[in-house]
C-alpha cells in the first residue's frame, strides 16, 4: 500500500510539473523555462539545443514524460498534449551499459527501495495443501455366510450405521445349522451319562466329540455365547442371531428380511475406522521435499484447534494430468470414531531442510516469462540487472540460487517496478543517442511533434 501510495503521489506531481511548464509557455511568459532531469532534480536553464552544454550538465534529449518515449525530440518543441518538452541532462556515468539505471539516493528513499544480502544457510519448507480423511481399505470386513438358508429379522438395515462389535446384524434359518444343534444337545446328553456312570474312557470320548460339534457350529459362525444358551435350554433354536464381528459403519447391505441366502454370499460389509488415511494432494514441484516416514499434520474443519499426526506411507508413482498433483498417503488413529470418510482437512507437512544452499529473498527475483532476473544494488544508486538461476523455493520467502549471484551481493528486494521503469528509460535514451550520433544519421525515425497553428 505505501509503494501505491507513493507512485500515485509521484505520477500526480508530474502532472502537476507538466501543466504549470505548458501554461508558462502559452502565456508567452518570457522567463527561462522550468526543466527536469530523470533524477528529479529541476534547474532553470536557457534554451538549448541537442548536444549544448550548460555549465555543469549535457543536454541528451527532451521529452514529455506525460506521454512516454514516443514524445522525444532532438530540440525542444511542444508535445502532442500540448506541454513544453522538457529537456534530459546526461548522467555523470555516460559509459553505463543499457538497463543499468542510476537513482538520485534522495529519490532511491522515496521510492522505498529496499536490499537484502545474498548469504549462505539452510532452507527450510514447510508443505501446505489438503487432504480428505478415506477408509482404510485393506481391512474392510465382509459379512459372508458359511451355509444356506433364509434371513429372518435383518437388524443392520441402514448403511453408515455405526455398529460395534457383538451387535446383532441379522437372525438365519439354516437346516445345516439345526441339524448341527441337534447333534450337539446329543454329544451334551452323552456326556452327562458318561459321567454317571464314572466311566472315564467314555467321558472323554463324549467330551471330544461335543468338542467338534460346538467348533463346527462356531466355524459356521454361530456366536460361542448363543451355543451356551442353547445348552442351557436343551432346545435348538430354529433362527440364531449372527453378531458384528468388527466395530465401524455399515457400509453395504445385500439382503432383505426374508430372503434366501447362498453359502459363500456376502450379506453385507462393515467399514472399521479405529484407523483411517488421509489423502493429501501435493503439486510436483513440491515432491522433491518429501519423504516417506515424515509426519503429516492434518487440521480438521470439524475439529478446528485439534492437531493430528500421522506418518507417510505411500507416495503415488502417478501424477493428476489435469491438477498436476501427486496423492500422498499418512495412516491415522482413530480410537473413538469421530474421523469419518470424506472429511476435509488442512495439511502441514515439515520436511527435512537444505543445511547448506545460497540463499536470496523471493521477491528479488524478477520472472520474465522466459528468464529470472534480480536487481543488484552496486551501491551510490546505481543498479544493475543480473540474469540468476533458482532452484528450490523455502516456506520463509527464500530461494535456492544455483546461479547469477555471489555470496555478500545485495539484491533489490522493493521497488523494482519504479527501478525497471527508469531502466527502460535509459535504455529507450541509449538507443536515441546512438542514432543522433551515428553519421550521416537522419532523425527521420524520431517523431518530432511540431508547435500548434497560430490559433490553437
Excluded: C
Amino acid at each position: 500500500m505505501k509503494r501505491i501510495t507513493q507512485t500515485i503521489a509521484l505520477a500526480l506531481l508530474a502532472a502537476g510539473l507538466g501543466a504549470v511548464i505548458g501554461a508558462h509557455y502559452a502565456s508567452g511568459n518570457k522567463k527561462e523555462p522550468l526543466a527536469a532531469s530523470l533524477d528529479g532534480r529541476q534547474t532553470r536553464t536557457a534554451p538549448a539545443t541537442a548536444g549544448t552544454t550548460d555549465a555543469t550538465r549535457r543536454i541528451l534529449y527532451w521529452w514529455d514524460p506525460m506521454v512516454g518515449p514516443a514524445s522525444i525530440s532532438p530540440k525542444p518543441g511542444i508535445s502532442t498534449m500540448g506541454m513544453a518538452l522538457i529537456p534530459v541532462y546526461a548522467a555523470g556515468n555516460t559509459a553505463a551499459a543499457p538497463g543499468s539505471v542510476t537513482i538520485d539516493p534522495a529519490i532511491e528513499q522515496n521510492l522505498a527501495v529496499a536490499t537484502s544480502t545474498v548469504r549462505f544457510g539452510a532452507l527450510h519448507q514447510t508443505v501446505d495443501t489438503v487432504g480428505y480423511i478415506r477408509q482404510e481399505t485393506p481391512v474392510v470386513t465382509a459379512v459372508t455366510l458359511r451355509t444356506s438358508g433364509w434371513i429372518g429379522t435383518l437388524y443392520a438395515t441402514t448403511e453408515g450405521t455405526a455398529i460395534r462389535k457383538g451387535d446383532p446384524l441379522f437372525t438365519l434359518y439354516s437346516p445345516q445349522l439345526l441339524a448341527a444343534e441337534e447333534e450337539m444337545l446329543a454329544a451334551a446328553r452323552n456326556v452327562a451319562l458318561a459321567g454317571r456312570a464314572h466311566d472315564e474312557s467314555a467321558l472323554a470320548e463324549a467330551r471330544r466329540i461335543l468338542q467338534s460339534i460346538r467348533m463346527r457350529l462356531i466355524h459356521l459362525g454361530v456366536s460361542p455365547s448363543q451355543l451356551d444358551r442353547v445348552a442351557a435350554d436343551g432346545k435348538a433354536r430354529e433362527y440364531l442371531t449372527f453378531l458384528s464381528p468388527v466395530s465401524g459403519y455399515l457400509a453395504a447391505v445385500g439382503v432383505r428380511q426374508r430372503s434366501f441366502v447362498k453359502s459363500g454370499e456376502t450379506v453385507m460389509r462393515i467399514d472399521p475406522l479405529n484407523h483411517v488415511w488421509l489423502d493429501a494432494q501435493v503439486y510436483d514441484n513440491q515432491l522433491r521435499w518429501l519423504r516417506l516416514g515424515q509426519v503429516m499434520q492434518a487440521h480438521l474443519a470439524a475439529d478446528p484447534g485439534h492437531a493430528l499426526q500421522g506418518r507417510i506411507f505411500f507416495i503415488d508413482s502417478n501424477e493428476d494430468p489435469q491438477t498436476h498433483t501427486v496423492t500422498v498417503r499418512a495412516r491415522f488413529a482413530n480410537p473413538d470414531g469421530f474421523l469419518r470418510p470424506g472429511m476435509y482437512a488442512l495439511v502441514d507437512i515439515p520436511t527435512t531442510p537444505i543445511r547448506h544452499s545460497l540463499l536470496a529473498p523471493a521477491s528479488a527475483i524478477i520472472h520474465t516469462g522466459t528468464d529470472e532476473v534480480a536487481l543488484l544494488a552496486e551501491g551510490n544508486g546505481h543498479f544493475v540487472p543480473r540474469k540468476v538461476r533458482t532452484g528450490l523455493a523455502g516456506s520463509d520467502d527464500m530461494v535456492q540460487v544455483l546461479s547469477g549471484l555471489q555470496p555478500g551481493d545485495r539484491v533489490v528486494t522493493s521497488g523494482q517496478f519504479l527501478i525497471d521503469v527508469e531502466s527502460n528509460m535509459n535504455e529507450v535514451a541509449a538507443k536515441f543517442l546512438a542514432k543522433a550520433q551515428s553519421p550521416g544519421a537522419a532523425m527521420a525515425g524520431m517523431h518530432t511533434p511540431k508547435p500548434p497553428k497560430a490559433g490553437h
